[in-house]
């Protein structure tokens, strides 16, 4: 890695969750991508990152929100998420 604008492991690490998430601009995701391309340990963790990712997601897929939680998150972030005109 001598490139200076290449993430090392500790970084690339703790990017790969933007990474995934299409989070990163593209020079940063290029950047990932090649660190990715030359390390075996962070594809590693990139594979268990994005199966996590797709588990946690089929799972609470399936699950029904508590009664209130999504009025607490749109409270929290002053966001209205589903829609309905109203924040909480």
């Known amino acids: 890695m001598t490139a200076p604008d290449m993430p090392d492991c500790s970084q690339t690490i703790k990017e790969l969750d ?4 299409g989070e990163l601009s593209d020079r940063e995701r290029d950047a990932v991508r090649h660190h990715l391309d030359g390390c075996m340990d ?3 963790a990139f594979d268990f990152h994005a199966e996590l990712k797709i588990v946690v997601a ?7 929100m508590p009664p209130g939680l999504l009025s607490k998150i749109e409270q929290c972030f002053g966001v209205d998420f589903d829609g309905d005109g109203i924040i909480g």
Do not use: I, V
């Open 42 to 44: 962070c594809l590693g």
């Open 18 to 21: 933007l990474f995934l998430d």
């Open 58 to 64: 089929t799972k609470c897929n399936n699950d029904e």
